[in-house]
């Protein structure tokens, strides 16, 4: 017989590892992605069964979850194996600010904790607010967001609205909304077009050069070159729809966009 709230759970992807974490409930996760980092000890102190699009189903079996975890559509085949065999399977699939929040509200009340939930996300929203109100009277710089090079990907919904929330303007904020990669390609003489004043790049499980951005055809003309503002956001601060983009990944954004406050 399955006892609710879950006791035992595996985590596939980052922010539900990090959000389980700060609510105190590390104690129900018995395996989480490779990817989790955060925070520091989860990687001693929790099996890691999966990669993001891969998972190795027999190792979550033998940790006989009563509930797993999962991010997006490029999870559901793993979510359809687990299904089959009988476990059940919990995805979010949130691409905005939003949706971040209303995925911390909705895994606190799934493990019994709603009440610390709802203030945690109450904190981020408060936290958002004082900082988009500290950026709007400034004038706002024009912002690449680089999600990965080849092909160039711009940036996905959060972190389009945290770099607004930061004082700047997603050059392809137009983009932004649609989840799919591919249909966030841009090229290069669209950036140059869009002559971007600070380019940011975060380019998963890949040191993005700067040096290298810089010497793409064309670009010299591009103000982020010219005045050499190019910078690099480690993915797990940015790239993970959770706790962390909403904290140390906004702080970057804004350090990128602010660099003398």
Same mark, same amino acid.
């Given at each position: 017989?399955?006892?609710?709230?879950?006791q035992?759970?595996?985590?596939l992807?980052?922010?539900t590892?990090e959000?389980?974490?700060?609510?105190?409930?590390q104690?129900?996760?018995?395996?989480?992605?490779?990817?989790?980092?955060?925070?520091?000890?989860v990687?001693?102190e929790k099996?890691r069964? %999966?990669?993001?699009?891969s998972?190795?189903?027999?190792?979550?079996l !033998?940790?006989k979850?009563?509930?797993?975890l999962?991010?997006s559509?490029?999870?559901?085949?793993?979510?359809?194996?687990?299904?089959r065999e009988g476990?059940p399977?919990?995805?979010?699939n949130?691409?905005?600010?939003?949706?971040?929040l209303?995925m911390i509200?909705h895994?606190?009340?799934?493990?019994?904790?709603?009440?610390r939930?709802?203030?945690?996300?109450?904190r981020?929203?408060t936290r958002?607010?004082?900082? !988009?109100?500290r950026?709007?009277?400034?004038?706002?710089?024009?912002?690449y967001?680089?999600?990965?090079?080849?092909?160039?990907?711009s940036?996905?919904?959060?972190v389009?609205?945290?770099i607004?929330i930061? #004082? #700047?303007q997603?050059?392809?904020?137009?983009? !932004?909304?649609? #989840?799919?990669?591919?249909?966030r390609?841009?090229? %290069?003489g669209q950036?140059?077009?869009? !002559?971007?004043?600070?380019?940011?790049?975060?380019?998963?499980g890949?040191?993005?050069r700067?040096e290298?951005?810089?010497?793409r055809?064309?670009?010299h003309?591009?103000?982020a070159?010219?005045n050499?503002?190019?910078?690099?956001i480690?993915?797990p601060?940015?790239?993970?729809?959770?706790?962390?983009?909403?904290t140390?990944g906004?702080?970057a954004?804004?350090?990128?966009?602010?660099p003398s406050?």
């Amino acid at each position: 017989m399955r006892v609710f709230p879950p006791q035992r759970i595996v985590c596939l992807t980052e922010e539900t590892v990090e959000t389980l974490y700060l609510l105190g409930e590390q104690n129900r996760i018995v395996g989480v992605s490779g990817y989790a980092v955060r925070p520091k000890q989860v990687r001693r102190e929790k099996p890691r069964v %999966s990669a993001f699009t891969s998972a190795d189903i027999p190792k979550i079996l !033998a940790l006989k979850p009563d509930l797993v975890l999962t991010f997006s559509d490029l999870q559901a085949d793993i979510a359809a194996d687990l299904l089959r065999e009988g476990i059940p399977v919990m995805g979010h699939n949130q691409r905005d600010v939003a949706g971040i929040l209303a995925m911390i509200r909705h895994l606190g009340h799934t493990v019994g904790c709603g009440d610390r939930a709802e203030a945690l996300a109450d904190r981020y929203e408060t936290r958002l607010s004082s900082i !988009a109100a500290r950026y709007a009277e400034n004038a706002r710089p024009r912002v690449y967001f680089e999600e990965w090079d080849d092909p160039m990907i711009s940036g996905i919904g959060w972190v389009s609205e945290l770099i607004g929330i930061a #004082g #700047g303007q997603d050059v392809f904020d137009h983009l !932004a909304a649609e #989840g799919k990669a591919r249909d966030r390609f841009v090229t %290069s003489g669209q950036v140059i077009a869009a !002559a971007p004043d600070v380019i940011i790049g975060s380019w998963c499980g890949k040191k993005v050069r700067p040096e290298r951005i810089a010497e793409r055809p064309g670009w010299h003309s591009v103000p982020a070159v010219q005045n050499g503002r190019i910078y690099e956001i480690k993915s797990p601060l940015i790239l993970q729809p959770g706790p962390a983009a909403l904290t140390d990944g906004l702080d970057a954004i804004v350090q990128a966009l602010w660099p003398s406050e």
